[in-house]
């Protein structure tokens, strides 16, 4: 993959640098802990890039903030998978937070194709994804209690949507900006207008993931 305007080491400093002026508590080789995975990381995050339509084909632009945030992301996954060190793993996502306003624990298992539109209030909580995920600014999926909801494939919400408690959403569910499933379920290949009571279900015309993806 092509690094725009940064070479692969170039980026492995990048991102050390930012950990130690972000966190200056002394821990030692951040350099190194980065090394570990960014070649992993990398190669993740191409399969993802690749997948995004509006997005060049096997470049990577680190002051595009999208991508960056997605490579915050896929490297704090990939350093718990591999070596599950909290601490690091812990300032990565601590540095997305702070740079993206992305709040998404390293654990969590975002798919190998996703899309962030903006990253701006972006909470997630731990859970499994399906590919084709769309995310917009102030979205959230979320527990409620025990209850964690189920996200099937090509799941889009846009601007101040959620998904909270115990839903089963279906694939192609698309939420229209303020809309929220709380504890109600959806049945696919639809649009979701309003919450609670006001629920409603629309069916798709055509298939929005297109939009997003190289399918």
């Not at 972006?122 to 189920?150: K, M, W």
Request: aromatic share 12%; with cysteine.
């Amino acid at each position: 993959m092509n690094l725009k305007d940064m070479t692969r080491d170039g980026l492995a400093d990048y991102v050390a640098a930012q950990l130690a002026h972000f966190f200056p508590d002394g821990q030692p080789d951040l350099l190194g802990l980065v090394n570990q995975d960014i070649d992993e990381t990398l190669d993740r995050l191409g399969v993802c890039i690749n997948a995004v339509a509006m997005w060049r084909e096997a470049e990577f632009d680190y002051l595009h903030s999208s991508q960056y945030c997605t490579f915050l992301y896929y490297l704090s996954n990939t350093a718990w998978r591999n070596r599950q060190d909290k601490r690091f793993c812990t300032k990565l996502f601590l540095l997305n937070k702070a740079l993206n306003g992305f709040d998404c624990f390293y654990d969590n298992q975002l798919p190998d194709k996703f899309f962030i539109g903006h990253s701006v209030g972006i909470v997630l909580a731990r859970n499994s994804f399906a590919n084709y995920l769309v995310l917009y600014q102030n979205s959230t999926i979320g527990r409620h209690g025990a209850d964690v909801p189920e996200i099937g494939e090509g799941v889009v919400l846009y601007p101040n949507t959620a998904i909270i408690g115990k839903c089963r959403v279906a694939s192609h569910t698309v939420l229209s900006q303020g809309s929220a499933l709380i504890n109600a379920d959806s049945p696919g290949n639809c649009y979701v207008f309003g919450t609670g009571s006001g629920l409603a279900f629309k069916p798709l015309k055509r298939p929005v993931i297109g939009d997003y993806f190289r399918l």
